[in-house]
């Protein structure tokens, strides 16, 4: 009888271990991934052809009309898998429950190994000229995704906005300058721009960040961009500079407290000052409820003084473009030094992991919904409970017996 009573005792204390071994883990749980709000598509008309990844809201009503975001990633996520692209920042535009990007059309194009969004020789310079450098091939044909989107979708043409990190930011500054009539506004992360061509984007509402000791993109490209811009007279451009922080800043970036509301509050009507063009079904782009008010400017850190370049040597007045450049090799993206603590800086949010292909975390999902196995630890542990009592008054049972 005693072995019985140390046998019951016994697998009362492991019952309390089965909902561990059993219960599913947060990434197993009903949240979807991005890859799963994220359909793959491939663009094709013949000449072109690029894959991308498309986000549609799941109430879509073809009577109404939505906004557009363009996405473009970085060096490191090209390839032809259709699902890299989705791995830096484009989960913390998700994060948040009530994101209003939620209720926008996303489109996120992979660029192929081997080519580039723009193509400068090599990201050092952080600076280019559009007049040396063509519209690359894989930035055209994103415009034609874009195109194709238009055509297939209820897109609001009045609030087209784009933004990109790292070499995405510079596709971002790229298609500012040369479709600068496109876009209501603009998000480039640390990115390198043509400052030649500022005066274009005085009335362009543009929210730009760069790390400050960014070895792989330099921030002296952004800072000349920013600065041209206001020497022509612009003040609708603001810039967020990270003293401590180096190039992996997307993710703090995009965290910004308001940044997606301030960029869905800008029109592009309001900035061309004529009626808003026709949408695709050929009625005029109107604001809705929500959009109403406009919010306020998102809270960004005071802006530090800029220290001092000491490598970068003094840029001429008028530097002499070349009049035919030979055609840029891509560069082997450089190899990213690990980002030091940042204790001035808020607390920078977890970089997205890889998603679903490789680990995926909640920093990739949606807001997670609660568990529908919630209820299986508190039951199991009354459980275990009820049988180490039960046991407990055997054992005292069969002791009574005995004496």
Not at 153 to 179: E, F, K, N, P, Q
Not at 254 to 283: C, H, I, K, V, Y
Request: with cysteine.
């Amino acid at each position: 009888m005693r072995k019985h009573i140390i046998r019951i005792l016994a697998a009362s204390m492991m019952l309390p271990l089965f909902p561990m071994l059993t219960l599913p883990t947060n990434a197993e749980s009903a949240a979807p991934t991005l890859t799963s709000i994220f359909e793959a598509k491939i663009y094709d008309d013949g000449v072109d052809t690029l894959p991308y990844r498309i986000y549609i809201p799941a109430d879509y009503d073809p009577a109404k009309s939505y906004p557009l975001i363009l996405f473009f990633h970085g060096a490191g996520e090209r390839g032809n898998d259709n699902a890299a692209q989705l791995k830096n920042a484009v989960g913390q535009m998700f994060k948040e429950s009530d994101s209003p990007v939620y209720q926008c059309i996303v489109v996120a194009p992979q660029c192929p190994a081997g080519e580039q969004w723009v193509n400068v020789n090599g990201w050092a310079d952080a600076q280019y000229s559009t007049d040396a450098i063509p519209e690359s091939r894989a930035l055209k044909t994103a415009l034609k995704i874009m195109d194709s989107v238009k055509a297939e979708y209820s897109i609001d043409t009045d609030r087209i906005y784009s933004t990109g990190l790292s070499m995405g930011g510079y596709a971002t500054w790229d298609l500012l300058v040369r479709h600068t009539d496109l876009f209501a506004a603009a998000i480039p992360v640390c990115g390198g721009a043509d400052y030649r061509y500022a005066e274009r984007l005085v009335d362009v509402r543009i929210y730009t960040f760069h790390g400050l000791q960014d070895p792989t993109v330099p921030y002296t490209g952004t800072e000349k961009m920013v600065q041209a811009i206001r020497d022509a007279g612009g003040e609708k451009i603001t810039y967020v500079p990270y003293p401590n922080m180096q190039h992996l800043i997307w993710e703090e970036a995009f965290a910004t407290e308001g940044l997606f509301e301030w960029l869905l509050s800008n029109r592009l009507s309001d900035r061309m000052g004529q009626t808003p063009p026709e949408n695709s079904d050929g009625s005029e782009s109107s604001p809705t409820p929500e959009d109403s008010t406009t919010p306020e400017e998102p809270t960004t850190p005071e802006e530090p003084t800029t220290p001092e370049e000491p490598t970068t040597p003094e840029e001429p007045t008028t530097p002499e473009e070349p009049t035919t450049p030979e055609e840029p090799t891509t560069p082997e993206e450089p190899t990213t030094p690990e980002e030091p603590t940042t204790p001035e800086e808020p607390t920078t949010p977890e970089d997205t992991p890889p998603i679903e292909d490789a680990t995926t975390s909640a920093a990739t999902q949606t807001p997670d919904a609660p568990s529908p196995y919630a209820w299986l630890l508190p039951a199991a542990i009354c459980a275990s409970v009820a049988a180490v009592i039960a046991g407990v008054c055997a054992w005292l049972v069969l002791k009574k017996k005995r004496s």
